[in-house]
């Protein structure tokens, strides 16, 4: 598939947007077109500007994000100001307190103005793309992923996008799931500047998935080490967005093993830190249920690589034994909201108790070996 390249400029740190608002009432209310300024990551600042022949008495700003969503969800703020024939004043959507919103988010927003007559105006909505203009991006599209990288060159995108393809090809054969719809995939130099467009990151973050706004942030440099750590990052996420996307409902979520270990088994062979995980385990007949492996894994370093060891090895296990259709029909009832041992028993014949052991028989093929 034919490669699109694009430049993108961005100078400034800070994201300025004449918003075509304007609207007239017949009694003379009158809302000027609005200044948007965005100050990734951190706010959204909204100037605001109206004048009629009596006082405004009621300005309410009213926004959406979008993302993907069961319900349609309409925020309303009031904006407080000395009513006047003139009010200029201005509204901020502080992201510190309303959590990250990931690059690429379009924000729709509208406003109603009301004055002491009971002249009322509801104006167009206007977007508002945020981006993180403190780098100059440059943009790589293929199929339904788009790279948006800064530091490196051509061949170094090409090369990080090629690994998402070939991780969606992989997942394909595997599953039967695809994107349903477009992911962004974001690619920061390094994990202190992905750090930087989030709010409250924690200092070992190095990738996140957005999966409802279908964005995925990693930091990946440009040496071959990091390149291939940011390949096998990739297509673990991307198996996340995938995932979400073919299962996504409002009654019930995937199996946290399912998930985790879906994402381990597209990254290909398992890592050796893991292999020695599930050998200790076995040696001390200490493994975690798969019971126990729905929901958050342990906090203990220790545990979580279990965790993860395990559930790489619960999917390897049903794909290799059971194959792709059977994966896929699994993924389809967790579509319908089933709970976990109806599902596996709907598909497989068996439970979450009876897949404690049988999944132990699937050999484990080691990363580098």
């Known amino acids: 598939m034919k490669k699109k390249i694009f430049i993108v400029l961005a100078a400034i740190s800070l994201l300025v947007l004449l918003v075509p608002v304007t609207a007239q009432a017949s009694s003379g209310l009158v809302v000027s077109p609005s200044l948007a300024v965005v100050n990734f990551p951190t706010s959204v600042i909204i100037s605001i500007s109206a004048e009629s022949d009596v006082n405004i008495t009621d300005i309410r700003l009213h926004y959406t994000v979008e993302r993907k969503s069961y319900a349609q969800v309409v925020a309303e703020a009031y904006i407080t100001f000395v009513p006047a ?10 992201l510190r307190r309303t ?20 002249s009322r105006i509801e104006t167009i909505p206007s977007v508002i793309h945020l981006e993180d203009n403190r780098y100059d991006w440059k943009t790589i599209q293929e ?11 051509e061949s170094f995108a090409g090369e990080l996008m090629a690994a998402a393809q070939t991780a969606l090809t992989r997942l394909a054969d595997n599953t039967g799931a695809e994107l349903e719809s477009s992911v962004n995939l974001y690619i920061y130099a390094n994990a202190t500047d992905l750090q930087g467009a989030m709010i409250d990151a924690q200092d070992w973050t190095g990738g996140v998935a957005f999966s409802e706004y279908g964005t995925i942030a990693i930091g990946i440099g440009t040496s071959q080490d990091e390149v291939d750590w940011g390949k096998r990052t990739i297509a673990h996420e991307l198996t996340h967005m995938v995932l979400y996307q073919v299962t996504s409902n409002p009654y019930n979520y995937l199996p946290l093993w399912l998930n985790e270990g879906m994402a381990m088994f597209s990254e290909g062979t398992l890592e050796l830190s893991f292999v020695l995980a599930l050998s200790s385990a076995d040696a001390n007949h200490s493994f975690l249920t798969v019971q126990s492996l729905c929901s958050p894994f342990p906090t203990d370093y220790n545990q979580a690589v279990l965790a993860y060891a395990e559930s790489y090895k619960i999917v390897s296990y049903l794909i290799n034994e059971y194959g792709r259709e059977k994966m896929f029909e699994l993924l389809n009832v967790f579509k319908q909201g089933s709970g976990y041992n109806e599902a596996l028993l709907k598909v497989y014949c068996f439970n979450m108790d009876e897949l404690n052991s049988l999944w132990r028989t699937e050999p484990v093929a080691v990363y580098g070996s």
């Open 85 to 94: 024939k003139k009010v200029e004043t201005q509204w901020v959507l502080d």
């Open 99 to 118: 959590g990250t919103l990931p690059p690429g988010t379009n924000i729709t927003y509208w406003l109603t103005v009301a004055d002491a007559s009971g």
């Open 143 to 153: 199929g339904q992923v788009t790279l948006h990288w800064y530091s490196g060159n």
